[in-house]
């Protein structure tokens, strides 16, 4: 983890495609080995108000935290200030979450590409997530969801992904704004330009044969790949080395 932001501070930086923000949320850390080593290979690590007590619990330093603090003991909160950590804070009653704000401050720092991470728990948070996704997507942002056994991303049209997951990885790939028109190549279950109903589930259970492929010609599509170490062709773990 590097303390120094990727791009000037201040309103709209450019984003540096080589900056990789983790952005720490309140919800499950099942496995923390797994969730140290995306703090460590971060340029930028964010922490969404709850998100931090897993950071300091292991020892790691955020650059910022966000949020009403709402969901940390004051104790948490003075560590925090001794060890110099950047706090933002906003009121408990707002119209955005404090995982929203934490990414958008990965964004103002300049992040191009965030891993949204302890993103799963409470279902009306794990929803909310997925909209952070849907946003960053339709925003033209490299963003996914990842976690130990699932990683997701947001697809929206005029899209392509190729997948790192070797052969027999489940796959499941979720319209989320009306019917979709995809191509998948390289899956058990392939579709030319075939369309995803809103309202079915075909979409769902699939599993890579070779070389995935998806594009999304039109609408927007979640792909859900139970692989924690899926990147979509981005920034994986193992792709920096772990500095505390």
Not at 71 to 80: F, I, N, T
């Amino acid at each position: 983890m590097s303390d120094a932001a990727c791009g000037p501070l201040g309103a709209g930086p450019q984003p540096d495609r080589d900056c990789l923000a983790a952005v720490f949320l309140n919800g499950d850390y099942d496995d923390p080995a797994y969730f140290r080593d995306w703090a460590n290979a971060a340029d930028v690590v964010v922490a969404a108000d709850g998100g931090a007590r897993f950071l300091l619990e292991h020892g790691i330093r955020p650059d910022v935290v966000v949020g009403d603090f709402d969901s940390l003991p004051p104790a948490a909160v003075e560590r925090l200030e001794a060890a110099g950590v950047e706090l933002i804070r906003h009121s408990v009653r707002k119209d955005r979450t404090d995982g929203e704000m934490a990414a958008d401050e990965a964004l103002r720092r300049g992040a191009g590409e965030l891993v949204l991470a302890g993103a799963l728990g409470a279902l009306d948070h794990t929803l909310g997530h997925l909209a952070i996704l849907r946003r960053l997507a339709a925003c033209r942002v490299a963003a996914r969801l990842a976690a130990p056994r699932l990683t997701v991303r947001v697809l929206v049209a005029p899209a392509e992904a190729r997948l790192d997951a070797p052969a027999g990885t489940r796959v499941s790939i979720v319209p989320q704004h009306g019917d979709s028109l995809v191509t998948l190549d390289g899956f058990d279950y392939a579709l030319d330009r075939g369309v995803l109903p809103q309202d079915t589930c075909l979409g769902l259970g699939n599993a890579v044969v070779a070389a995935a492929r998806i594009l999304v010609h039109e609408g927007v599509v979640a792909v859900l790949v139970e692989d924690g170490d899926e990147a979509f062709g981005g920034m994986r773990r193992g792709d920096r080395a772990a500095t505390p």
